[in-house]
């Protein structure tokens, strides 16, 4: 299981951004995360075009499905929609990682249970001036 943002597991925080110019408030070869919505498709071409990382959160089957087609390389659910995203992920082999967005340590334990490819905690995101 992945494990981002917990005071135990060392990792590089992803970096929550709005337009691709926040994108140069980041440090290189970071993974930058935003919503999944219509308004931000042209974000995901924009990384996908100049090679950047980035995570989608997505809280529909749709937008899970599209996050994948995206080539996101992680999408974020929270509690009531990961173990669909993570049903989906499996069925269709997805190349993207499932992240639930958790809060407790509680969490890591529901997440496994399910199988959930990984969990990012709070801690896990630089919300910089977001």
Known sequence: M?????RFIESEPFYLIKKS??????PSNSIVV???NEENIALCRYCKTNDVLFALIADK????LFANALEASYI???KAH???AQKLADEYMFDAKILLY?????DLEWAADL???GILFEKGIDYGSC
Request: glycine fraction near 10%; hydrophobic fraction near 40%; charged fraction near 30%.
């Open 34 to 36: 935003f919503d999944f």
């Open 76 to 78: 974020i659910c929270d």
């Open 21 to 26: 110019e926040d994108i140069v408030n980041t």
């Open 115 to 117: 199988g959930i490819d």
């Open 82 to 84: 990961a173990p669909k």
């Open 102 to 106: 958790g809060a407790y340590e509680t």
């Open 2 to 6: 992945i494990i981002l943002g917990h």
């Open 61 to 64: 089957v749709e937008d899970i």
